[in-house]
């Protein structure tokens, strides 16, 4: 097709790109850790070095990848839906509330974050999930809509420091959960293993598709709410669905990694500025470019300060409020021009 | 198509808790293009929001002499295609290339998740080449000046194929050569069968229309053809006599007084 060949070729190379990083990074990381590359090179005949490379450090790669897609996910969603470009998990404050949800199913059940039983990853991703829709909710009731950029997010700030607190209060009453969630709450991929890795997986594959399917809403929700409206789309619906995805992606994300900054603000910009292209391909790139930056700081973490780590959390807090600045910045100044 | 295409009994709105429509009684004749003209205030934008179903309100709208509410989603989206004001101005569609954009006019022809028919890349490729739009078709709206940007818009708004176009200031940003061309649009619409309603704040292509809608302060002044001295009289009355119209070869024009 000619018509518009140009920028879906550009979005097709893109995207095999970011995943080709992906693939990259999947060995590398693979070969980070203790004892260093020459586990993966002996992995096939010593099967300590296997059981390190395959239990170990495949698994907290391979989630590193996925809490970032579905973060990168959940800021393409989010951004389009709010049709605000700063909109995103965190700042949203759907984060925090997926992180008091986790820090409630610990104080009600005591179970541990680090707990690897599927079920208990399920269960600890639903309490997210309700915490991240209570969130975003109270959020949008704050700022009275979605108009308002500076009402949005000043609300969305104001929501998750006071769940945040509320988080706090918790782990303070209860002295398991408080040495529990601390390293989780700094966002952290130390903890991942195959079951957390196979709900991420399962959620991020329902949310795709069904991001995916939504996207053409997000298109016409860019030319404005009325225009979209006379398209004759049932917007109340396909917003509730929206924000049900979005708050799944974080919840999903969160449960697993803790709270983990600016993936998914950064990643959907970052796509834009090299394609640009319908949301249909945005929020599958978003999520390709959310997981390829959120396994490079995690690789990041793990050698900085190697033999020690530092919490994933850290880096992307970093280097994503650089960037936010950044972004800032340039805004400002084209503004000015 | 003969008969009235748009229908509105007795119809009250409010824009933030302030009654902005008192009572509007209007029939719009099918297969003709009426201009909603008045002074700023007037209520022009909130009534042609309330046509199109866009807006809540009390009393009746009938579309094609079915209520508005009647009508499913897409159905009404496929008998009538909005074009508001500055509905892109935020931002948010400035990575949406202009086919894309365009594409968008498909939707209520589209199944869900199906990829664009011949149909459907047939009515866009159409619509971007009457506004002149089609060389730009691969880049990115937010590369657009305010002008080539309404040029896409309003081929959007074309690309849905309606029996009914309802535009709100069409020609914002357009020079005069496009402002032109819009009317020539507008008249091939017309012609065509097709219903128009335009907001028009340039009087000169409003009276370029078959009849004018003078509105003030949310009600109805006059409705009548756009040659009607009556009408004439009309335009001078709501704009405080600061206006006169003059007939120039083929042509009607108002002038500021």
């Not at chain 1, 389009?80 to 009600?108: I, K, T």
């Not at chain 2, 990575?95 to 199944?111: C, E, K, N, S």
Request: hydrophobic share 55%; with cysteine.
């Amino acid at each position: 097709m000619t018509q518009t060949g140009g920028q879906r070729r550009r979005a097709l190379m893109f995207g095999a790109t970011l995943a080709a990083l992906a693939a990259l990074l999947l060995v590398v990381g693979a070969g980070i850790g203790s004892s260093g590359f020459d586990s993966v090179l002996a992995a096939r005949d010593d099967a300590v070095a296997w059981q390190i490379v395959r239990d170990i450090r495949l698994p907290r790669t391979l989630g590193a990848w996925l809490a970032g897609a579905l973060l990168g996910l959940a800021g393409a969603l989010a951004q389009g839906l709010f049709r605000n470009p700063l909109a995103d998990p965190y700042l949203l404050g759907s984060a925090s509330g997926a992180g008091l949800g986790v820090a409630v199913a610990l104080a009600l059940f005591g179970a541990s974050p680090a707990a690897t039983h599927w079920v208990l990853r399920l269960g600890l991703t639903g309490a997210a999930f309700i915490g991240a829709v209570g969130a975003v909710l109270l959020t949008l009731a704050l700022a009275r809509g979605v108009q308002q950029t500076l009402r949005l997010l000043l609300a969305g700030v104001i929501v998750g420091v006071v769940l945040g607190a509320i988080t706090d209060l918790l782990t303070i009453a209860s002295a398991d959960v408080l040495q529990a969630l601390q390293g989780f709450m700094l966002g952290s991929t130390g903890l991942l293993g195959w079951d957390a890795c196979a709900v991420m997986a399962a959620c991020g594959a329902l949310c795709l598709a069904a991001g995916w399917a939504l996207a053409p809403v997000l298109d016409s929700l860019a030319l404005g709410e009325a225009t979209a409206r006379s398209l004759g789309l049932p917007l109340g619906a396909m917003r509730a669905a929206l924000i049900a995805l979005l708050a799944l992606a974080t919840g999903a994300a969160v449960a697993q990694t803790g709270l983990i900054a600016f993936v998914g603000l950064a990643s959907p910009h970052l796509v834009r500025s090299v394609v640009k292209t319908t949301h249909a391909r945005l929020v599958l790139l978003s999520a390709l470019m959310g997981g390829a930056l959120l396994m490079a700081a995690d690789l990041l973490a793990r050698w900085l300060i190697a033999p020690q780590e530092l919490p994933v959390g850290v880096v992307t807090a970093v280097l994503g409020g650089g960037y936010l600045l950044w972004l800032m910045h340039r805004r400002a100044r084209s503004e000015l021009r | 198509m003969s008969g009235i295409a748009l229908q509105a009994r007795a119809v009250q709105a409010e824009l933030g808790g302030t009654e902005v429509l008192h009572g509007i009684d209007l029939a719009l004749a099918a297969g003709r293009w009426t201009s909603i003209v008045g002074p700023n205030g007037a209520g022009k934008s909130t009534l042609l929001k309330v046509l199109a179903g866009l807006l809540p309100h009390r009393g009746e709208v009938r579309l094609f002499d079915q209520p508005l509410g009647q009508w499913s989603g897409r159905a009404r989206a496929q008998a009538l295609s909005w074009l508001g004001q500055g509905g892109a101005s935020e931002g948010a569609a400035d990575d949406l290339t202009v086919y894309d954009v365009a594409m968008l006019g498909r939707v209520p022809h589209q199944r869900w998740l199906a990829a664009p028919s011949g149909a459907d890349r047939a009515a866009v490729e159409c619509a971007l080449r009457s506004t002149q739009a089609w060389d730009w078709r691969d880049r990115p709206l937010g590369q657009l000046s305010g002008g080539e940007r309404q040029r896409v818009l309003l081929a959007r708004a074309l690309a849905v194929e309606a029996q009914l176009l309802l535009m709100d200031e069409p020609l914002a940003n357009l020079d005069p050569p496009h402002q032109a061309d819009w009317i020539a649009t507008a008249r091939a619409l017309a012609d065509a069968g097709r219903t128009v309603v335009s907001v028009l704040h340039e009087l000169n292509a409003a009276l370029a229309a078959d009849a004018l809608v003078v509105m003030t302060g949310g009600r109805i002044a006059h409705h009548g053809a756009s040659g009607d001295e009556a009408t004439h009289a009309a335009l001078r009355e709501v704009f405080d006599g600061r206006v006169v119209v003059h007939r120039i070869g083929q042509q009607w024009v108002a002038l500021p007084h």
